[in-house]
């Protein structure tokens, strides 16, 4: 039996996104968000509403980085989310994180988070319906531990967390299960 | 130590959306995307790249619906992924999986997955540098067995999966470790 339950932002999961940029002083601020995705294989859409401090940065500075929030840094994601770099002085500063300057573009990479990508951007889009911010990612830096011996990155190794927004809960990932264009590889075949 | 990986599509987790549109004919296609993330209260965006059955669909019947997958439909939803509409004729009916019309939009819900957004297709968007397709979430159906007894959807209920697209893998979702606006207020009290 299926229920209606009237119009809702039901994508899930969602990614803990952490949003980096600098002002004209080369001061840090982070933002978290939910709602961005890869658009192309180098591209990220970042779909930011209101007044913020990292639209205003990304326009001054042409950049921005996104960050995954890991389980260790749960604390810190989640105060970026609650407070506004607007109206916060030193937002950035009490997370006791660490900042450094990309080498790529011109915007913080926070060392605590395990994987950053660096990002130019691009294009506000503003369309008939559809609101957001465009990303080129030009690098994708990780730390060295979340890789494998291949170099690839290893998601059990992230402790990335993700949100929930049905009602505001933050997960851990789980257990590998299956093969993407693989797991279905016999109802192609006709197998099954 | 961080290492550089070049430019990569590094969002991690992402979900594994089930697009369902119908041809001119009533046929029913079902297609899997990652890429794909809520852009608005009541908005859903697609990035959905090539010659696809359902954009081609969506065009003509101006709607689509967007399904999560779980894991005891994993198969079926590789297997949306894998094959083409465009080549493969009895793409859905292979799955054995159940279609009925939406009582809201042109598009056919799949009964067997736990959660759908009805939604009117209301734009293509081709900018400068980005390309997706913009929908409108009319309503959400959810079986009652992943609601609470507030009506609300509850995660851990859905048995969702998620894709990882560092190695193409999917996983399932994790324990609750936090709630949002909260874990970090200690932080924002300064308490921290």
């Known amino acids: 039996m299926k229920k209606s339950l009237g119009a809702l932002p039901a994508v899930f999961p969602m990614p803990v996104l952490m949003i980096g940029t600098y002002d004209e002083?080369?001061?840090?601020?982070?933002?978290?968000?939910?709602?961005?995705?890869i658009s192309d294989m180098d591209q990220i859409t970042l779909f930011l509403g209101g007044d913020r401090k990292t639209v205003s940065n990304m326009h001054k500075t042409g950049a921005f980085t996104v960050a995954l929030a890991d389980h260790a840094h749960m604390k810190e994601a989640d105060f970026f989310g609650i407070a506004s770099g607007n109206k916060m002085e030193d937002k950035f500063e009490r997370t006791g994180l660490t900042a450094v300057k990309s080498e790529r573009v011109n915007a913080p990479v926070i060392e605590e988070f395990p994987l950053t990508m660096e990002c130019e951007f691009v294009e506000e889009v503003?369309?008939?319906?559809?609101?957001?911010?465009?990303?080129?990612?030009?690098?994708?830096?990780?730390?060295?531990?979340?890789?494998?011996?291949?170099?690839?990155?290893?998601?059990?190794?992230?402790?990335?967390?993700?949100?929930?927004?049905?009602?505001?809960?933050?997960?851990?990932?789980?257990e590998r299960v299956g093969k993407a264009w693989n797991a279905g590889a016999g109802l192609y075949k006709g197998e099954e």
Not at 25 to 37: E, F
Request: proline letters at 2%; a negative charge.
């Open 25 to 37: 002083n080369g001061k840090v601020d982070v933002m978290n968000a939910a709602w961005g995705m």
């Open 126 to 174: 503003n369309s008939e319906t559809l609101h957001c911010y465009v990303g080129k990612i030009v690098n994708v830096l990780a730390d060295e531990a979340v890789l494998d011996e291949t170099g690839k990155v290893r998601p059990s190794k992230l402790n990335a967390i993700l949100f929930d927004q049905f009602r505001n809960g933050y997960y851990t990932i789980g």
